[in-house]
């Protein structure tokens, strides 16, 4: 079992930076591939970005350039620095953790931009 806590999240103006982190606990993350995703209010969750344990990341169109995922696995967490922010980025940020025929979600942590 992995538990995954998301913190970081709050109230920012457009064009502000976050950072997100997601520290897990009850296994090591190394074997797992990490990923944030996000579910604003009325959508489906979407993808916002991956990163395998060889460090291979992916990025949803929406915000190439402007996030980055990364991981410490020596400190057990995936963090995902956001920069200029908008106001559709605005959702609730969930951290995943990902074997094959094993995921594991955390709680969710609420990002909204807004002026």
């Known amino acids: 079992q992995v538990q995954l806590v998301e913190s970081g999240g709050g109230l920012v103006q457009p064009g502000g930076s976050l950072r997100l982190s997601c520290a897990a606990s009850?296994?090591?993350?190394?074997?797992?591939?990490l990923g944030w995703y996000r579910q604003a209010p009325g959508k489906q969750r979407e993808l916002v970005a991956t990163?395998?344990?060889?460090?291979?990341?992916n990025y949803a169109d929406s915000v190439k350039g402007r996030f980055t995922i990364s991981r410490e696995n020596a400190k057990n967490t995936v963090y995902l620095q956001m920069n200029s922010l908008k106001p559709e980025d605005t959702a609730v940020y969930y951290c995943?953790?990902?074997?094959?025929?094993?995921?594991?979600w955390g709680q969710g942590t609420q990002v909204t931009v807004s002026s």
């Open positions: 995943n953790a990902y074997r094959p025929a094993i995921n594991y």
């Open positions: 009850g296994s090591a993350i190394s074997f797992y591939s």
């Open positions: 990163i395998t344990t060889g460090l291979r990341t």
